[in-house]
């Protein structure tokens, strides 16, 4: 099995959900078995209980599960029928930990967040079906409740071998009006935080206002350490649904494929 772990940084709301499914629908119109995974880094046990005017609609799976929003995206892109195990927040994670521990099932030790809590993600991860699952975490890359996810994700890239993985980093760059110029600096130093906690991305996803232009692109590349050709930019589109399309027309499944090694055949049907 390979896995895309999607991350973000600089803001919340930039795109993350609409990028993953995007993704993963490229992807699966290249004849791959994909499997998508949403993960929520907040404590509520499922979005049942969080306000739809701060958190946006409640999205219901078929099997009755009260899920985020984007599990609607993943339905809507992928054509398929997500259930409550696309979903984990840190809430489930938290409370299947404490619950075995008050059934006696750790047997004398001390219950920490490493490795009890992060073995109890890596077990739900594995669990998945598909040959390449998507996981995108929700937040911002240095939110203390995200961390304990991205530290799972960075062990399990070690243990199933960092080969079968692809980190793609979700920024921002704000176009600053007065000075005439993109500012890549916060997407810098998201991608620092990141290398820090030992995910070196292997591709960014540059969301902009507007087209971005070649230097600023080339400036993230350098300064984050990802081939240049990894580096992509994705402005605001009027119209979501043809992120698909703008990813495939850049070839990103091309580019994916080549890093997970996995052979594709290109059979582009997304229409909406
Ligand atoms: P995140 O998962 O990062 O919180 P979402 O994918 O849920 O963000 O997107 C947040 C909002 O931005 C949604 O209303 C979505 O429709 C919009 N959006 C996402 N990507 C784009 C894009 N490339 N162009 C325009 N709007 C977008």
Same mark, same amino acid.
């Given at each position: 099995?390979?896995?895309?772990?999607?991350?973000? %940084?600089?803001? $919340? %709301?930039?795109?993350?959900?609409?990028?993953?499914? $995007?993704?993963?629908?490229?992807?699966?119109?290249?004849?791959?078995?994909?499997?998508?995974?949403?993960?929520?880094?907040?404590?509520?046990?499922?979005?049942?209980?969080?306000?739809? *005017?701060?958190?946006?609609?409640?999205?219901?799976?078929?099997?009755?599960?009260?899920?985020?929003?984007?599990?609607?995206? +993943?339905?809507?892109?992928?054509?398929?029928?997500? $259930?409550?195990?696309?979903?984990?927040?840190?809430?489930?994670? +938290?409370?299947?930990?404490?619950?075995?521990?008050?059934?006696?099932?750790?047997?004398?030790?001390?219950? /920490?967040?490493?490795?009890?809590?992060?073995?109890?993600?890596?077990?739900?991860?594995?669990?998945?079906?598909?040959?390449?699952?998507? @996981?995108?975490?929700?937040?911002?890359?240095?939110? @203390?409740?995200?961390?304990?996810?991205?530290?799972?994700?960075?062990?399990?890239?070690?243990?199933? %071998?960092?080969?079968?993985?692809?980190?793609?980093?979700?920024?921002?760059?704000?176009?600053?009006?007065?000075?005439?110029?993109?500012?890549?600096?916060?997407? /810098? /130093?998201?991608? /620092?935080? !990141?290398?820090?906690?030992?995910?070196?991305?292997?591709?960014?996803?540059?969301?902009?206002?507007?087209?971005?232009?070649? *230097?600023?692109? +080339?400036?993230?590349?350098?300064?984050?350490?990802?081939?240049?050709?990894?580096?992509? *930019?994705?402005?605001?589109?009027?119209?979501?649904?043809?992120?698909?399309?703008?990813?495939?027309? !850049?070839?990103?499944?091309?580019?994916?494929?080549?890093?997970?090694?996995?052979?594709?055949?290109? *059979?582009?049907?997304?229409?909406?």
């Amino acid at each position: 099995q390979k896995f895309i772990v999607v991350t973000g %940084g600089v803001l $919340s %709301g930039i795109g993350k959900g609409i990028f993953s499914a $995007s993704l993963a629908r490229i992807l699966k119109d290249s004849g791959i078995n994909v499997n998508i995974l949403k993960i929520d880094p907040y404590l509520n046990v499922d979005a049942g209980t969080m306000n739809p *005017n701060q958190h946006g609609e409640v999205f219901v799976t078929e099997d009755g599960y009260e899920a985020d929003l984007d599990l609607g995206h +993943y339905e809507r892109f992928l054509g398929i029928d997500v $259930s409550r195990k696309n979903n984990i927040t840190a809430g489930q994670i +938290y409370l299947s930990v404490i619950q075995r521990e008050r059934e006696g099932k750790y047997l004398g030790s001390t219950v /920490q967040i490493v490795p009890h809590v992060t073995a109890e993600i890596k077990e739900r991860i594995k669990s998945m079906s598909g040959d390449l699952l998507v @996981i995108e975490i929700g937040g911002t890359v240095g939110d @203390i409740e995200g961390e304990v996810f991205l530290e799972a994700v960075r062990e399990l890239a070690f243990e199933i %071998g960092r080969e079968n993985f692809l980190f793609a980093h979700v920024t921002y760059v704000p176009f600053l009006r007065t000075t005439n110029e993109f500012k890549t600096k916060p997407t /810098q /130093q998201s991608t /620092q935080l !990141l290398r820090k906690i030992g995910i070196h991305p292997d591709t960014i996803v540059v969301r902009t206002e507007g087209p971005i232009d070649a *230097n600023s692109l +080339y400036k993230v590349a350098l300064f984050s350490g990802v081939p240049r050709n990894m580096v992509i *930019n994705l402005p605001d589109s009027p119209n979501v649904y043809e992120v698909p399309n703008i990813l495939h027309s !850049l070839g990103l499944h091309r580019l994916v494929a080549r890093k997970l090694n996995l052979e594709i055949r290109d *059979n582009y049907t997304w229409h909406y």
